[in-house]
């Protein structure tokens, strides 16, 4: 096990803090319930802002999107850690990116929220962490037996600044509200924190993720890296860890705090009581996740640092969300619709494909996922 220095383990600590008191906060302040921060619930907001789906009820530009991206960009600016790469099957990551927004909505959540809500006392959220570990582990074994989508090249500065430049354009579109933009007056979409607020919590949890490379499946995946694996080079990283068992410990005080604990299994917001479905959404995230190293919130950030592979999965997870409304799959509080059933099935015999028709035998583990899982 890698020894960490005093200073990463203080950034580690604080990125897990950060998100959970931020995440906490916001839904204080007016998000929805358990959902301060969900990447997938946000992703499916901003496609209805820009017209990409007609639910009323899950349209607007919400700025912790913008911010997860921008906070990520300025740092790496800052840092000069900026890098322009791309070209490592772009085609497979969009795919990949559709398939963890589809998987979230079934759930009703990213892995953020998943945890979110646990600490707020969900324990229905429970059978998606064991989706979502379970997820991890079947991705980690495709990649030690080889998996690989090859490894991305540099490529031009202004490929990597299109995300960043299209998030400064939301931004803009988000403070002049032109009348194409549309705007929740009902639903979860209508429930929100203030602006300046989402955005601050946003560019700060970005900005830390990316010095810290903060991953909710990437952390999971540092509990399955030790024993047999330690002979590949991989040993277990406590950093993550760290970082989650952070989030987790100041998130569940934030709730207890401002009142927003309330423990039990039944009628919680925001979850979905067909616990089968939600375990295998949550396992096709954890599964998708690892294939293309890293949850939907790192995909932000890694497009944020001038990852074009991230930024085309971005703009997956984009088209998943709307599609997770115009096609009916998102859970609810029924269950999961027949729409949402055939699309995770279908889903996972897609990333059984990917998987299979993308190994390299005899290769072992692939140098650049040896490089993401260190």
Same mark, same amino acid.
């Given at each position: 096990?890698? *020894? ?25 302040? @007016?998000?929805? +319930? ?16 820009? @017209? ?6 899950? $349209? ?52 953020? *929220? ?10 229905? +959220? ?8 379970? @997820? ?49 007056? *009902?639903?979860?979409?209508? $429930? ?17 993720? $990316? ?9 999971? +995946? ?118 949402? $059933? ?23 583990? +692939? ?8």
């Amino acid at each position: 096990m890698e *020894k960490l220095s005093q200073k990463m383990i203080f950034l580690f600590i604080l990125m897990g803090a950060v998100i959970g008191i931020g995440a906490v906060l916001l839904s204080f302040y @007016g998000n929805p +319930a358990n959902t301060g921060l969900c990447v997938a619930c946000f992703m499916e907001n901003v496609a209805g802002a820009l @017209g990409f789906h007609d639910n009323v009820r899950m $349209q607007y530009l919400r700025p912790e999107i913008i911010g997860f991206v921008l906070g990520a960009f300025a740092l790496s600016m800052y840092r000069r850690e900026f890098r322009s790469t791309g070209g490592s099957s772009p085609l497979l990551r969009f795919l990949v990116g559709m398939l963890l927004i589809i998987g979230c909505g079934v759930f009703i959540g990213c892995p953020i *929220k998943l945890f979110l809500r646990i600490s707020a006392g969900d324990l229905s +959220a429970i059978a998606g962490l064991f989706g979502l570990v379970g @997820g991890v582990y079947v991705g980690l074994e495709f990649i030690e037996n080889g998996f690989r989508l090859g490894e991305a090249e540099p490529a031009p500065r202004s490929n990597g600044l299109i995300i960043p430049g299209l998030m400064i354009f939301l931004l803009i579109l988000a403070l002049v509200q032109p009348a194409f933009i549309t705007q929740s007056e *009902k639903g979860s979409a209508a $429930q929100h924190a203030p602006f300046l607020l989402s955005l601050g919590v946003g560019l700060l949890v970005g900005a830390l993720a $990316q010095r810290t490379q903060f991953c909710i499946t990437g952390g999971i +995946a540092r509990i399955f890296l030790w024993g047999p694996r330690e002979v590949m080079n991989c040993p277990r990283s406590t950093g993550l860890l760290l970082s989650l068992a952070s989030f987790f410990g100041f998130a569940l005080v934030a709730n207890l705090l401002t009142g927003q604990f309330n423990f039990g299994l039944q009628d919680q917001p925001s979850s979905n009581p067909s616990y089968g479905w939600a375990f295998l959404g949550m396992f096709m995230v954890g599964f998708g996740s690892v294939l293309i190293r890293g949850c939907p919130l790192r995909q932000l950030v890694a497009a944020g640092q001038g990852d074009n592979d991230a930024g085309v999965a971005v703009m997956g997870m984009l088209v998943g969300a709307a599609l997770v409304q115009n096609w009916g799959m998102s859970g609810n509080a029924e269950g999961t619709p027949l729409a949402g $059933q055939i699309a995770v099935l279908t889903g996972l015999c897609l990333l059984c494909i990917v998987g299979i028709m993308n190994r390299k035998r005899g290769y072992g583990i +692939a140098p650049e996922y040896q490089a993401g899982l260190d």
